[in-house]
């Protein structure tokens, strides 16, 4: 069964498999050339613009292979899960394999060891050549690539966590038992194409915004209301996901900072130089005034019940981590739905 499961689905097999392992390769020429840099940053990240059309080719394409190494697993699984079954159930030619002396279990079984696990494994390759090109130390200035704090990309986010080894593998095998699932329930391509679809990036949603950011206790840095003006936060702790960062009361919870009651602080004193006062005398002064304005703004601050700036995030040092947790919920996954999708085979009739 395995060899006519082989034969059947060949050209399938060997262009989504081969398609993989060629991004692979290209992302591992990349790498390699990244590797070689140092010195000077990409013109992808828009600072110090390099005048190499071969360089920015080089940092254009190691972005574009995350960002589909990404999405491929919705790919495959529409195109990919959905045809291995629709195709013939459309036909009517599964009615061969079905009344030939193989049980419905091994005619279902056949098509993922044949199919969809040599398209897993590549993903896996890829993911694992993708990884490889991030480590070196000369990518800080890829930073759309690198885990650098003022990239302001996490390794937890997309891309380049989706683009990983483990997950990269476990969301093409759900994507694909998906595909097969939806191709076995309607028996229609276009319709279980979309289904598909949109099933897949639902779970991919959901991993990303519902499950990932409780994998682990996020750590909470609290700072004091010690300035006039709060801009935007990042950690100093290294590369970071950041889950959240507001004012927050001293219970902890959330508060929103009313910045039009405090805005008018400061506005009566007299910030300009005299014209008998030295500079001396003017600096001495200023530095009064604006000791004086920020402890009146906090005062304003803390009246609306604020009492410090706290922020939430996971570190990217729970990379391997997070992959392992999410890899294992995504096979469990895929390992779930092949129980309605043998109910489907039996409902089929040969």
């Known amino acids: 069964m395995i060899w006519v499961t082989w034969r059947q689905f060949r050209t399938t097999i060997l262009a989504a498999v081969g398609g993989i392992l060629t991004l ?85 079984g056949s098509r993922l060891l044949v199919v969809f696990v040599p398209v897993s494994i590549a993903m896996a390759v890829l993911g694992a050549a993708l990884e490889w090109t991030r480590t070196a130390d000369a990518l800080w200035h890829y930073g759309y690539l690198s885990r650098a704090t003022w990239s302001g990309h996490s390794s937890l986010t997309f891309p380049l966590f989706q683009s990983g080894a483990l997950t990269a593998a476990t969301y093409t095998a759900l994507a694909l038992v998906l595909g097969s699932l939806a191709a076995l329930l309607l028996r229609n391509t276009l319709g279980s194409m979309v289904v598909t679809l949109v099933a897949v990036s639902a779970f991919m949603l959901g991993f990303q915004f519902g499950a990932r950011p409780h994998y682990a206790s996020p750590v909470v840095e609290a700072r004091p209301l010690d300035a006039q003006y709060r801009v935007a936060y990042t950690s100093d702790q290294g590369s970071v996901w950041q889950l959240s960062e507001g004012y927050v009361d001293a219970q902890g919870r959330r508060v929103e900072f009313d910045y ?91």
């Open 24 to 108: 692979a390769a290209i992302a591992l020429i990349c790498g390699t050339i990244v590797r070689q840099r140092t010195g000077q940053r990409s013109a992808v990240t828009a600072d110090y613009v390099d005048e190499s059309t071969f360089e920015w080719l080089v940092a254009a394409s190691l972005v574009s292979i995350g960002v589909l190494a990404a999405l491929l697993p919705v790919a495959l699984g529409v195109l990919v899960g959905v045809t291995v079954f629709s195709r013939d159930i459309e036909r009517g030619t599964h009615v061969l394999g079905l009344s030939q002396s193989v049980s419905r279990a091994r005619w279902y």
């Open 260 to 350: 039009r009651k405090c805005n008018q602080i400061g506005e009566n004193l007299e910030w300009s130089q005299r014209p008998d006062e030295t500079l001396a005398d003017y600096e001495a002064r200023e530095a009064t005034m604006i000791a004086t304005q920020d402890r009146e703004f906090e005062a304003c601050q803390r009246a609306q019940g604020l009492d410090h700036y706290e922020v939430r995030y996971h570190p990217d040092s729970l990379f391997r981590r997070f992959q392992v947790t999410e890899a294992s919920l995504a096979l469990g996954l895929s390992l779930l739905l092949i129980i309605p999708s043998m109910w489907a085979v039996r409902r089929l009739r040969p």
